[in-house]
């Protein structure tokens, strides 16, 4: 009971000298934030496919299908609703290492399977000529980022008579 005596008089001593006792924690509010910038729209391809397969030569001619290779489309834009983007397409010629060429107007894409992340509509537009620019797939109503890949089939007609040899051509593509 002393003790208790002694501990108020204390403080109230304390409180007659002007003294305080420490107040309780106060809090305060900071609004802090942080920016994301847009980044940018960007095609990735295979830097060689290699062989797209093999044909006996024929006098009717054939077609030879093969892949490729992943082509994928990265658009981190933060795009508003409804833009969109385009990739297109175009080959050179198949040449020998001597003699006629296959031309580009016989070389056709099927862009296959999309594998896509985001939101937007993505459509396959598969040209079957190849000597002009032409779009291979499109997305539309994007919001947002988003991303396409693909593992095309390129569709080469070896026309009849054709002379036997290796053909070598280039397949650019761009997105816009």
Do not use: E
Not at 39 to 53: E, K, W, Y
Not at 60 to 85: E, P
Not at 114 to 131: C, E, H, R, S, W
Not at 137 to 166: C, E, F, K, L, Q
Request: cysteine-free; hydrophobic content about 45%.
């Amino acid at each position: 009971m002393r003790t208790r005596v002694v501990v108020v008089a204390t403080i109230a001593g304390l409180l007659t000298f002007g003294v305080t006792l420490p107040a309780l924690a106060d809090s305060g509010t900071t609004t802090a934030s942080v920016t994301v910038t847009s980044g940018a729209l960007s095609i990735t391809v295979p830097a060689a496919a290699g062989s797209l397969g093999t044909t006996a030569n024929s006098v009717d001619g054939s077609v030879i299908n093969g892949q490729l290779g992943q082509v994928q489309v990265l658009d981190a834009r933060s795009a508003a609703a409804g833009s969109g983007w385009v990739t297109s397409v175009i080959s050179t010629a198949f040449t020998p290492a001597s003699g006629p060429t296959i031309a580009a107007s016989l070389v056709g894409y099927t862009a296959g399977a999309i594998t896509k992340t985001g939101t937007a509509t993505y459509t396959a537009n598969n040209p079957a000529d190849l000597t002009g620019v032409v779009p291979a797939v499109t997305a539309t109503g994007i919001t947002g980022d988003n991303s396409a890949t693909w593992n095309p089939t390129i569709n080469v007609t070896v026309p009849g008579g054709t002379v036997a040899g290796t053909y070598s051509g280039m397949i650019t593509h761009s997105v816009l």
